[in-house]
């Protein structure tokens, strides 16, 4: 029996599915937002959102989950306003020493054998507290090359669509199709046999989360670049942003399923939730339970496309 | 690999020694194996099989004992060493990553597999191994594992062990490989042994099929308690004579056993028989009934159906039918983070608390006190965590747990590992006497010694019950005969 799509696409083809009626029904609401101007503004804010999701795409990739998601980018995002902007080589110093810092967590969550989610809660205090003492009210100048790319204008297509283009077709090379990609899945998948295959663990994680890092650095940076200034709290809900995105694009909390390009619909989906229900012209108090609602929903169909696949698989 | 003029062997593991904790798994082992032949390895649970196999491919340090490569000793052996020497290891249980591909597999197992089109490399070489070994298998190399059934399974792990990428293949030990493969696949996989053996390769062969040790091997190794008893050519061996190498000298029995009249009583567990085929399972009351076999071949599964054929998933009413003493005491015995009482009394909340679903504080001390005392449980005060106890004490606890309700039948899962000699015998004294006011044992064990003490014996393989042992047939060499000759894969 051959089947006709394969599990990856099945995985991709919700997430999709969804992204394209919620787009199909802001059209409708508001046929001005079928234009390049209308789709950058609908869309600008998820570039973060979608990197963001990617950084915590890779921490879920080893069975891991961050809950200092949104701390950590609102504390790059201080970062990038003041010292990346006054004084670029100790901003990058900075941001390299936090990479170096995700690195040294996943060493000490893998060699002491902590529940990640305790110990990154614990981090997103220290994150938070450095972002309040680099920037205690809200304040900083976006460097003037971000400025410039965030707000470029690239033909054919705005540069939110061609940025989330780009983020997909990159992690998607890096998890999905390297083969250093394959080492972090399997890590995920069955962490004995890769061990026994004489890869070093240790190595993975660290570098899983250092990558991680980079993508939730990029994620800070490219949110300055679009509110031109930054705040310690800027980003505290992309904690749970950037999980949803992942489970809503098709990955799962453990085993190492993943997949990047779902993450970043994911990600492109939850943006446009919001600005769904705003054109609805639902009240704000209740757009945190509609959003809910919609990530149900979603949910909801994936389960039941799992099952029949399982099903299918039986008979 | 042509044989060179000094033939070294291919790895040597001399007077190897490993324990944990006062288990000595492995008692001065040495084994030697040479480039072109294939040793057969066999012993029952506990031999120390897969230790030394571990030892081999670089997963656990000896104690003390030298492993040497080629003729020269290794420094620090460990599985990266292993590796760079071609010995690659199938292992029982399947550990291929289920969300990755099956050529994603491949590169884990090969890290040389990088760089651009590495995905086109790996499928050659994976997808030509398989068609090599298994000729016609079917199997989509693209396909993630998750997909593929058991058989297909473990069918690419034995292609991943045996395929070539930049370090030849010298020694590839294959534990229990054709456990999952039906007849016809497990002909073509001995055949490539023979022709990987016969161009230069060694080959370990780990398998309860007698019958496959015998014609597939060249030498034949025999252990037992963490020994060697028996190393000879396979021609020197028949299918009886390895069974009595794998068995102890004959030792006295201290109870003579009788056999109690069961014709027209009402069985107080039953079951069907397993997958439709062997035996069915009957138990009365007051008896102790030994399930035998090899570890992994249904007992687990069996006492598992037993427990939840006979409870509710909703409602467990104030007498429940039967109880479960667990093995694996870490992942679904004891409660870390309690004390010796709460974990004692979980089982029987329902009989200690009162009307309104308070919990019955004096009643629970009371309980706990009377278990202490009665098994012994070594501590002053029976509110100390759990954890403070050794692991043997707390078994006991566990056993106190299943013991304190009034279920008439206790399922046991193997919950004698890792315990010392002197808990298991006032383990034992217990049981009997419990069995004797008419409690029913059903007992899964690992250990031949638990086993010669249960009145009746059924003896699994495969999944099913092949064989049923009563009073005095309870025997080491009745059940090893039973467990490794019964229904052949």
């Not at chain 2, 010995?87 to 491949?106: A, D, G, K, Y």
């Not at chain 2, 963490?226 to 029995?253: Q, Y």
């Not at chain 2, 039967?322 to 974990?343: E, H, M, Q, Y």
């Amino acid at each position: 029996m051959r089947k006709i799509l394969s599990s990856d696409t099945v995985r991709l083809l919700i997430p999709a599915l969804s992204l394209t009626i919620l787009l199909i029904a802001v059209f409708y609401l508001q046929p001005r937002a079928m234009s390049y101007i209308g789709l950058n503004l609908l869309f600008n804010l998820a570039v973060p959102i979608a990197l963001a999701t990617i950084a915590q795409m890779l921490i879920m990739t080893v069975n891991d989950l961050d809950l200092s998601m949104g701390t950590f980018v609102s504390f790059v995002a201080c970062v990038a306003a003041t010292f990346l902007q006054a004084t670029p080589a100790l901003g990058t110093l900075i941001l390299a020493a936090a990479v170096a810092t995700y690195a040294a967590l996943g060493v000490l969550i893998h060699v002491r054998n902590l529940p990640s989610i305790v110990v990154t809660l614990g981090m997103s205090f220290v994150w938070g507290g450095l972002a309040v003492l680099i920037l205690p009210a809200p304040g900083g100048q976006a460097p003037e090359w971000v400025r410039a790319l965030m707000i470029s204008k690239p033909p054919f297509a705005p540069m939110a669509i061609i940025a989330s283009i780009i983020i997909a077709l990159v992690s998607h090379f890096l998890i999905m199709r390297s083969s250093f990609g394959v080492i972090l899945r399997g890590v995920g998948g069955n962490a004995r046999s890769v061990e026994r295959a004489g890869w070093s663990i240790i190595g993975a994680r660290a570098a899983t989360y250092a990558l991680a890092a980079v993508f939730a650095i990029l994620a800070g940076i490219s949110l300055v670049g679009l509110t031109t200034s930054a705040d310690a709290n800027i980003a505290l809900r992309y904690t749970l942003l950037s999980i949803a995105g992942v489970i809503l694009g098709g990955g799962e909390f453990t085993g190492g399923r993943v997949s990047p390009i779902g993450a970043v619909i994911g990600a492109l989906t939850l943006t446009l939730a919001g600005s769904f229900l705003s054109f609805l012209r639902i009240s704000p108090d209740w757009q945190i339970g509609a959003q809910g609602a919609i990530l149900i929903v979603v949910l909801g169909l994936r389960l039941l496309l799992n099952r029949l696949e399982r099903r299918e698989k039986r008979a | 690999m042509t044989d060179e003029p000094q033939r070294h062997a291919v790895i040597e593991v001399a007077d190897a020694r490993v324990s944990f904790g006062a288990v000595k798994a492995l008692d001065g082992v040495s084994v030697k194996i040479m480039p072109g032949e294939c040793v057969g390895l066999v012993g029952h649970n506990g031999a120390g099989k897969s230790t030394i196999v571990n030892v081999i491919n670089g997963g656990l340090t000896p104690h003390s004992g030298t492993i040497s490569l080629s003729g020269t000793a290794a420094v620090r052996y460990g599985i990266g060493t292993a590796r760079a020497n071609g010995v690659r290891c199938v292992f029982q249980e399947l550990s291929l990553c289920p969300n990755l591909t099956v050529i994603e597999n491949t590169r884990i197992m090969h890290q040389t597999l990088t760089g651009w089109g590495w995905r086109r490399r790996a499928a050659a070489i994976i997808g030509a191994k398989l068609d090599e070994i298994f000729p016609g298998h079917g199997i989509d190399v693209a396909s993630p594992v998750s997909h593929l059934s058991i058989a297909e399974r473990q069918m690419v792990e034995i292609a991943t062990a045996f395929s070539h990428v930049a370090q030849p293949v010298r020694l590839v030990i294959l534990d229990e490989p054709t456990s999952s493969l039906d007849a016809s696949l497990a002909t073509q996989l001995l055949a490539y042994v023979r022709s990987f053996v016969a161009a230069g390769g060694s080959v370990i062969l780990i398998s309860h099929i007698l019958g496959e040790i015998l014609t597939t091997s060249d030498r034949i190794i025999v252990m037992k308690d963490g020994r060697v008893v028996a190393e000879r050519p396979a021609t020197e061996f028949d299918e009886h004579s390895l069974v009595a190498a794998m068995g102890s000298v004959v030792k006295g029995r201290d109870i003579a056993k009788t056999i109690k009249p069961t014709h027209g009583l009402q069985p107080l567990l039953t079951a069907a028989e397993r997958r439709g085929k062997g035996l069915s399972f009957q138990a009365f009351s007051g008896e102790i009934i030994g399930l035998a076999g090899l570890g992994g071949h249904g007992q687990t599964d069996m006492l598992v159906d037993l427990y939840l054929s006979h409870t509710s998933n909703w409602m467990n009413g104030r007498a429940p039918r039967v109880t479960f003493v667990a093995g694996d005491r870490a992942l679904n015995g004891v409660f870390p983070l309690w004390s010796i009482l709460k974990n004692l009394s979980i089982a029987h909340l329902s009989g200690l608390s009162r009307r309104g679903g308070l919990l019955d504080d004096t009643g629970e001390a009371a309980l706990g006190q009377s278990w202490k005392d009665r098994i012994e449980i070594r501590t002053p005060d029976v509110d100390n965590p759990i954890l403070s106890l050794s692991g043997g004490n707390q078994q006991k606890v566990l056993f106190a747990r299943a013991l304190a309700t009034p279920a008439p039948a206790v399922l046991m899962d193997d919950p004698m590992r890792g315990v010392d000699i002197g808990t298991k015998q006032e383990v034992y004294a217990i049981l009997r006497d419990e069995a004797h006011k008419g409690r029913t044992f059903v007992w899964y064990s690992t250990e031949m010694d638990e086993v010669c003490l249960c009145d009746r014996v059924y003896v699994f393989n495969n999944g099913a019950i092949v064989a049923e042992l009563k009073g005095e047939d309870v025997t080491e060499k009745n059940i090893l005969a039973a467990s490794f000759m019964g229904a052949a894969a």
